[in-house]
């Protein structure tokens, strides 16, 4: 069976760091492009990060450039989202997503996480 977990949300006080982890079961993350999507109440997901399969190319949101890093260790099967100097507009559930690198950029995937919720407050 085909699965992304997510891991590592919480609630966490602004300016703090939090790593999102996204492990992989049933399929080999290594040829997919795996990306960051984010959903906070009452607004549309939006996509945050993305890494490709091979040359390690990535993408960020205007939103979190400089404050996020995307990783992918192949070996563990497991993608990474460190975030850092959060903000209270951080808030939001996140999602991990696989498929083609530029396709996953444009938000079209193949597979789903469940999500995990990140919450950013005093």
């Known amino acids: 069976q085909v699965q992304l977990v997510e891991s590592g949300g919480g609630l966490v006080q602004p300016g703090g760091s939090l790593r999102l982890s996204c492990a992989a079961s049933g399929f080999t993350l290594d040829y997919y492009g795996i990306g960051w999507f984010r959903q906070a109440p009452g607004k549309e997901r939006e996509g945050v990060s993305c890494?490709?399969?091979?040359?390690?190319?990535?993408y960020y949101a205007d939103s979190v450039k400089g404050r996020f890093t995307i990783s992918r260790d192949n070996a563990k099967n497991t993608v990474y989202l460190q975030m850092n100097s959060l903000k209270p507009e951080d808030t939001a559930v996140y999602y991990c997503?696989?498929?083609?690198?530029?396709?996953?950029?444009?938000?079209?995937?193949?597979?789903w996480g469940q999500g995990t919720q990140v919450t950013v407050s005093s």
């Open positions: 997503a696989a498929g083609p690198y530029f396709a996953v950029v444009a938000g079209v995937v193949d597979y």
């Open positions: 890494i490709s399969s091979s040359d390690g190319r990535t």
